[in-house]
Structures are given as C-alpha cells and as structure tokens.
Nanobody, 123 residues
Framework: QVQLVESGGGLVQAGDSLRLSCAASGRTFSRYAMGWFRQAPGKERVFVATITRSGDNTYYSDSVKGRFTISRDNAKNTMYLQMNSLKPDDTAVYYC????????????????WGQGTQVTVSS
C-alpha cells in the first residue's frame, strides 16, 4: 500500500508557472507507475499526465502537452508536475495517482489517490 500527499497548488495568474509535488510513503515507490489527474468544478476527473515506473516514458493529455512536464525521483519517493504557461482552463483540483506495476491511462487504472491540491488560474 502507498499513501500519497500532494503539495504546491495555489492561486496564480494566466501565464505563470507552478510545480506540484507528490510525496509517497513506503520503500517501494519504484514499483508504481504514477500520474496526475485533475477535476474542475462540476466536471469529471480527467487524465493529465503519467510516467512509467523507471521514469523513462511519459504521456500527456493534448490539453497540457508542451506546457506541463511530469517527472519523478525514485530516490526521494516523489513525483512532480511542472506547469508552465498556465491558463484559466487549467483551474482544478489536481490529484496524484499510483498504480502498482502497470501503466496508467485512465481513472479506472488507478490503485491509490492523493487528497488533491487546488490550482486556480486567474485571467
């Protein structure tokens, strides 16, 4: 089992940057594929980005490709999401996600969730 804690959210203006972090408990972080999802008010939770266990491969939703970068540091049990050129449409609660061994592509793939961190982008 793994516990996930996000941090780094906040209120920023359009065009600004933020870096989210997800700290994982335990000593088996490298066994988990990791990902970020987001949920805007009144909308479903959707995929943002994912990274494989080794960190060698990453995948992004079309809406964030070229602006967001997902990364992980297995030695620190931490995953990151660098968000640049933020837009008001990026406003949402961002959730960290983990899946044992297999890659993440959708909400149904996720084994563990963090509690979420709010990102608000003003125009």
């Amino acid at each position: 089992q793994v516990q996930l804690v996000e941090s780094g959210g906040g209120l920023v203006q359009a065009g600004d940057s933020l870096r989210l972090s997800c700290a994982a408990s335990g000593r088996t972080f490298s066994r988990y594929a990791m990902g970020w999802f987001r949920q805007a008010p009144g909308k479903e939770r959707v995929f943002v980005a994912t990274i494989t266990r080794s960190g060698d491969n990453t995948y992004y939703s079309d809406s964030v490709k070229g602006r967001f970068t997902i990364s992980r540091d297995n030695a620190k049990n931490t995953m990151y999401l660098q968000m640049n050129s933020l837009k008001p449409d990026d406003t949402a609660v961002y959730y960290c996600a983990a899946r044992a061994f297999s890659d993440i592509a959708r909400v149904a793939d996720v084994d563990y969730w963090g509690q979420g961190t709010q990102v608000t982008v003003s125009s």
